[in-house]
């Protein structure tokens, strides 16, 4: 699956396809520029025309596919459901079929774990914190309230929902790695299928 196509500048799609073969199977520190210009057949002169680093070009990589698993959910989501649950069932659903889809992106982030570049780590964390905002500003958006006991504070429930997700999605990265196998990818949709029926029990009337 190509990831870059772009019939603007086919040129700059390769070097984009290449640096993500190689970012994803060696990880930032041993990928090497000159591999990734000699599979996208360009000079090493054009790579750094239009990206002015190895560092530039990592992250603009790891920004796109963090984008292209967020359109894929915002895409994927019912939003006319207005049922908060559901919604976050589904979007945890889509997320996760988009990386088992995107394999190439699953093994960025799985190599992304041992990158110990500050800056990296700044600016990706940055992007990983905007798009998880934008994430849940969306789904949180124009939900049912009448579905709440009306005994509960809804605010803070909805924030219980959003640490929950997130501390299962953390700790289930922590002990796979970002390995986005079928069977890990399952475990953890079963896991967050298990916290929003309790959620329900909890908050729904």
């Given at each position: ?6 019939k ?6 390769r ?14 520190k ?6 990734i ?5 360009v ?15 990592y ?48 093994k ?45 504070d ?8 959003k640490w ?7 700790d ?6 970002c390995k ?26």
């Amino acid at each position: 699956m190509s990831e870059f196509l772009s019939k603007v500048d086919a040129r700059r799609s390769r070097i984009l396809e290449a640096a993500l073969a190689e970012f994803a199977d060696k990880g930032y520190k041993k990928a090497s520029t000159n591999t990734i210009v000699r599979e996208a057949k360009v000079s090493k002169g054009l790579l750094f025309h239009y990206f002015i680093s190895k560092k530039d070009l990592y992250i603009y990589i790891f920004k796109h596919a963090k984008d292209t698993i967020q359109s894929e959910l915002f895409k994927g989501v019912n939003f006319a459901d207005r049922d908060v649950l559901n919604r976050l069932y589904s979007s945890t659903v889509i997320k996760v079929e988009s990386y088992n889809k995107h394999k190439l992106f699953g093994k960025l982030f799985e190599k992304h774990e041992f990158i110990q570049d500050q800056d990296i780590l700044i600016q990706t964390q940055k992007i990983n914190d905007d798009n998880t905002a934008e994430a849940y500003e969306k789904v949180y958006n124009t939900i049912d309230y009448f579905l709440f006991n009306e005994v509960i504070d809804i605010d803070r429930s909805l924030q219980v929902m959003k640490w929950t997700i997130e501390r299962i999605t953390n700790d289930w990265k922590t002990t796979y790695h970002c390995k986005f196998t079928k069977k890990n990818l399952e475990e953890l949709k079963l896991d967050i299928s298990h916290y929003l029926d309790l959620f329900r029990d909890a908050f729904y009337r």
